[in-house]
C-alpha cells in the first residue's frame, strides 16, 4: 500500500485482489469483514460511502490484519471474536472457533432439557469446552440450569470463563482443568453429558485448509482413526450421569455408526443420530435410562427431528 489517498472501495477492490494471490479462500468476503471491523460499521456503509478515504490509523489497521489473513490465521482471531447461537463469543488461538453445526447440537439440547428437569433446571457437563460456545450458550437459553466445562487447557478456560461472564452466566457455570473425567468427582451426577471432541484422524490433519491447520490442534487431533476420544468418553460418561441422563456428541465424517455402538457397547440403552444442514450425519444422542424403562422415546424423536 503506498501513499495514495485510499478509499474505502479502493482498498477493498486491492485487498479482494492481493487475498487472491495469496489463495485466501473467500477474498471479497474477508476484505469486506475486515474493513468493517475498521471502521466499526454494517455492511451496506461500504457500498453507500465507498469514497470515503480512510485516515491513517483506519489504513495502519487494515494493513496489520490484511498481514495476518494474507498468511491464513482465522479471521476471527484476527477479529478477537465470533457470532455463535445469540451472544458473541471472545475466541483465540487457543480455542477453536465455533461453527454453525454445533449451533444444531446447542438446539437439540435446549429442546432436551424439559424432558429430564421441571422448566429444564438440568445439570451438563460439557467435556473440551473451548470457548465455553456450548455450556455457556446452553445456560443461556435455559435458565434454570447449572452447568460444568472441563477442558485441559488453562487458556482456554480462561477464555470459557470470560465469555460464562460477559454473557451473563458465571454464577451458574463452573470451569475446572480436567482431561476428560480425570478431575470430575464421580459424585456428581449430570442429567446432560455434552461434547464436541477432537474428531478428525491424526494423519487428516494436514489436509485440512490452511486457516483450520492454524487452530489448536489438541482440539483436532481424534487419534488414528478420529474415535480415541469418544471412546474415552463413552467409557466412563455413564458413571456421571443421573439415572435418567442423555450423552450428547458431534461427530465427524462417516463416524455415526462407530460413536453409536460405543455407547451401546458401554450400556446405553438408545443412540440416535441427527444431521447438519448438509444432510450430513452430525450429532448421536445416547440414553442412559434405568432397567425396564422407556420413557424418552419423545425426547430421540424431538432431537432429532429437523428444524
Given at each position: 500500500m503506498?501513499?495514495?489517498v485510499?478509499?474505502?472501495?479502493?482498498?477493498?477492490?486491492?485487498?479482494k485482489?492481493?487475498?487472491?494471490?495469496?489463495?485466501?479462500?473467500?477474498?471479497?468476503?474477508?476484505?469486506?469483514?475486515?474493513?468493517?471491523?475498521?471502521?466499526k460499521c454494517?455492511?451496506?456503509?461500504?457500498?453507500v460511502?465507498?469514497?470515503r478515504p480512510?485516515?491513517?490509523?483506519e489504513?495502519?489497521l487494515?494493513?496489520k490484519?490484511?498481514?495476518?489473513?494474507?498468511?491464513?490465521?482465522?479471521?476471527n482471531?484476527?477479529?478477537?471474536?465470533?457470532a455463535?447461537?445469540r451472544?458473541?463469543?471472545?475466541?483465540?488461538?487457543?480455542?477453536?472457533?465455533p461453527?454453525?453445526?454445533?449451533?444444531?447440537?446447542?438446539?437439540?439440547?435446549?429442546?432436551?432439557?424439559?424432558?429430564f428437569?421441571?422448566?429444564?433446571a438440568?445439570?451438563?457437563?460439557?467435556?473440551g469446552?473451548?470457548?465455553g460456545?456450548?455450556?455457556?450458550?446452553?445456560?443461556?437459553?435455559?435458565?434454570?440450569?447449572k452447568?460444568?466445562?472441563?477442558?485441559?487447557?488453562?487458556?482456554?478456560?480462561?477464555?470459557?470463563k470470560?465469555?460464562?461472564?460477559?454473557?451473563?452466566?458465571?454464577?451458574r457455570?463452573?470451569?475446572?482443568?480436567?482431561?476428560?473425567?480425570?478431575?470430575?468427582p464421580?459424585?456428581?451426577?449430570?442429567?446432560?453429558?455434552?461434547s464436541?471432541?477432537?474428531?478428525?484422524?491424526?494423519?487428516?490433519?494436514?489436509?485440512?485448509a490452511?486457516d483450520?491447520?492454524?487452530?489448536?490442534?489438541g482440539?483436532?487431533?481424534?487419534?488414528?482413526?478420529?474415535?480415541?476420544?469418544?471412546?474415552?468418553?463413552?467409557?466412563e460418561?455413564?458413571?456421571?450421569l443421573?439415572?435418567?441422563?442423555?450423552?450428547?456428541?458431534?461427530?465427524?465424517?462417516?463416524?455415526?455408526?462407530?460413536?453409536?455402538?460405543?455407547?451401546?457397547?458401554?450400556?446405553?440403552?438408545q443412540?440416535?443420530?441427527?444431521?447438519?444442514?448438509?444432510?450430513?450425519?452430525?450429532?448421536?444422542?445416547?440414553?442412559?435410562?434405568?432397567e425396564?424403562?422407556d420413557?424418552?422415546?419423545?425426547l430421540?424423536?424431538e432431537?432429532?427431528?429437523?428444524?
Open positions: 503506498s501513499n495514495a485510499w478509499t474505502i472501495m479502493k482498498i477493498l477492490n486491492w485487498t485482489q492481493y487475498f487472491a494471490e495469496k489463495g485466501v479462500e473467500d477474498p471479497r468476503s474477508d476484505a469486506e469483514v475486515l474493513l468493517c471491523a475498521v471502521l454494517e455492511r451496506l456503509t461500504l457500498y460511502d465507498f469514497e480512510l485516515t491513517e490509523e489504513l495502519a487494515m494493513r490484519y490484511v498481514q495476518r489473513r494474507a498468511q491464513h490465521e482465522p479471521i482471531y484476527i477479529l478477537g471474536e465470533k455463535f447461537m451472544n458473541v463469543f471472545k475466541v483465540t488461538p487457543a480455542t477453536l472457533v461453527r454453525p453445526e454445533t449451533e444444531l447440537l446447542v438446539e437439540s439440547l435446549v429442546k432436551a432439557a424439559p424432558f428437569q421441571p422448566e429444564g438440568v445439570k451438563i457437563l460439557d467435556i469446552t473451548g470457548s460456545a456450548i455450556i455457556v450458550s446452553l445456560l443461556d437459553y435455559l435458565p434454570q440450569a452447568g460444568v466445562g472441563v477442558d485441559i487447557s488453562v487458556d482456554a478456560l480462561v477464555v470459557a470470560e465469555n460464562a461472564e460477559k454473557i451473563g452466566v458465571k454464577e457455570c463452573g470451569f475446572l482443568r480436567s482431561d476428560v473425567f480425570s478431575r470430575v464421580p459424585e456428581k451426577k449430570f442429567d446432560i453429558i455434552v464436541n471432541p477432537p474428531y478428525i484422524p491424526a494423519a487428516d490433519i494436514a489436509t485440512l490452511q483450520v491447520q492454524q487452530e489448536p490442534h482440539a483436532l487431533d481424534g487419534g488414528a482413526d478420529g474415535l480415541d476420544f469418544y471412546r474415552r468418553i463413552c467409557a460418561a455413564a458413571e456421571h443421573a439415572d435418567d441422563g442423555l450423552l450428547a456428541f458431534e461427530i465427524g465424517i462417516n463416524q455415526s455408526e462407530d460413536v453409536c455402538a460405543l455407547c451401546l457397547e458401554h450400556g446405553f440403552k443412540a440416535v443420530v441427527r444431521k447438519d444442514y448438509a444432510g450430513i450425519d452430525r450429532m448421536v444422542f445416547a440414553l442412559k435410562e434405568k425396564g424403562e420413557k424418552y422415546a419423545d430421540l424423536l432431537v432429532t427431528k429437523e428444524l
